[in-house]
């Protein structure tokens, strides 16, 4: 949600004057413009994946993920308690159970935590990389292998970011990333499925569309191998990803700069330590993502922040959907996506978890989105203002 400028209006353009806003067929009006191919071809290109499938949501490019890696009724899918609600709607869409294990203090599945979790019906992990950042991938691709678990990546908020060179999204059988109004890079609405497994991508275009086959120029004579559903992207939502998509090397390296900048400002305030960030050149550095030494703490710290005006939020205060503690309708998962868990025995009791970490971790989570388009001098005011808040924070009741 960066910049937006004369290149997106043009493809948008592009697009209105065919007047063909579907991204299939109709090979006689489109003038061979082809907006959600370009954009598969952008993002394959930004992570190195041979296989892009552009779809309607982040949330369904996570469902199609799971659908193509395989993963189905009544399997056992291990997910974060921290990630954004729309991991585990996925999985559950995807007609699969919810198994929630622990994170540590890279914010992501660790792989303790995931090992704990592990029962004899677990067929994969969603693991879902947050707050701009990668899980702690050596340990975490032990314990998948160990185990000889599906991978599935939700890099919702973590596209572009990297883990010794290899991107995320690209670990496992399949990832996905959202272009979300709030992600790096937005198309209004859209995500992306990734894979460098040519059947899984296959699956995952078919499944989008009504399991459509996609072979030929006759849509009325295509071939149904499964069944799916509409999640298809509109070609006016690809042409401004093909654009965004592009722009990302760029707000990738302009946010790096920031962060380093406020990482230098404040790294040696007292109380004030770092998510950390097991490969750092590899970071998106989309947010800072600050850890006070207690919940109390950061609570105050918030407190500060708010009353000095500035940004930043906290996961634990504010019902921001993305922790556990915050999904009340866990606790009878009636929601569209309720498919019959019961039927299925829940594998856990979701009102009872052993998440000790996540529960620890992200009550002290403080982050700040970082914006491309910051000046030095902003950068400097928002460390000013970090700092002068957790100084009064953490001198209160000394
Ligand atoms: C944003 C997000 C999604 C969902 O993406 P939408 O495009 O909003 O559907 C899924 N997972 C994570 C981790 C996200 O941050």
Not at 101 to 129: E, F, N, Q
Not at 206 to 220: E, K, L, V
Request: glycine share 8%.
């Amino acid at each position: 949600m960066e910049f937006f400028g004369a290149a997106e209006r043009k493809e948008i353009n592009d697009v209105l004057e065919t007047g063909i806003l579907f991204r299939y067929n109709h090979e006689a009006q489109r003038n061979n413009i082809y907006k959600a191919r370009e954009f598969e071809a952008e993002v394959a290109k930004l992570v190195g994946a041979n296989y892009a499938h552009a779809v309607s949501s982040g949330s369904t490019a996570v469902l199609c993920a799971l659908a193509a890696a395989g993963i189905g009724a009544g399997d056992e899918v291990i997910v974060p308690p921290f990630t954004y609600i729309a991991t585990v709607e996925a999985v559950l869409m995807a007609g699969a159970l919810p198994v929630f294990a622990d994170i540590d203090d890279t914010l992501c599945l660790s792989a303790d935590g995931i090992r704990k979790a592990i029962s004899p019906k677990t067929k994969a992990v969603c693991l879902v990389h947050m707050c701009g950042q990668m899980a702690d991938m050596d340990a975490i691709m032990a314990v998948i292998q160990e185990n000889n678990l599906v991978l599935v990546e939700d890099a919702g908020q973590a596209m572009g970011a990297s883990y010794k060179g290899i991107s995320t999204g690209l670990w496992g059988k399949t990832g996905a990333y959202s272009f979300d109004f709030f992600k790096i890079a937005t198309a209004g609405e859209g995500g992306i499925m990734v894979t460098n497994d040519e059947t899984a991508y296959k699956h995952a275009d078919s499944y989008s569309d009504h399991g459509h086959d996609h072979i030929g120029t006759n849509r009325g004579m295509e071939q149904h191998p499964i069944m799916g559903f509409n999640y298809r992207i509109s070609e006016l939502h690809a042409a401004v990803g093909v654009v965004q998509t592009r722009r990302v090397p760029e707000i990738i390296q302009r946010n790096n700069i920031h962060k380093t900048q406020l990482l230098s400002a404040l790294g040696q305030v007292p109380g004030l330590s770092f998510a950390r960030i097991p490969d750092t050149n590899g970071d998106s550095a989309t947010f800072l993502n600050l850890l006070l030494p207690d919940t109390e703490t950061a609570g105050r710290v918030i407190a500060e922040l708010n009353a000095a005006g500035v940004g930043g939020f906290n996961y634990w205060f504010t019902n921001m959907y993305h922790f556990i503690n915050q999904w009340t309708h866990l606790k009878n998962m009636h929601t569209a996506a309720a498919l019959p868990i019961e039927k299925f025995g829940a594998p856990q009791d979701y009102n009872n978890l052993d998440i000790p970490n996540a529960q620890a971790v992200v009550g002290r989570l403080i982050s700040f989105g970082i914006r491309a388009t910051w000046t030095t001098d902003e950068v400097d005011a928002l460390a000013a203002n970090i700092e002068a808040a957790v100084r009064k924070a953490t001198l209160v009741e000394a």
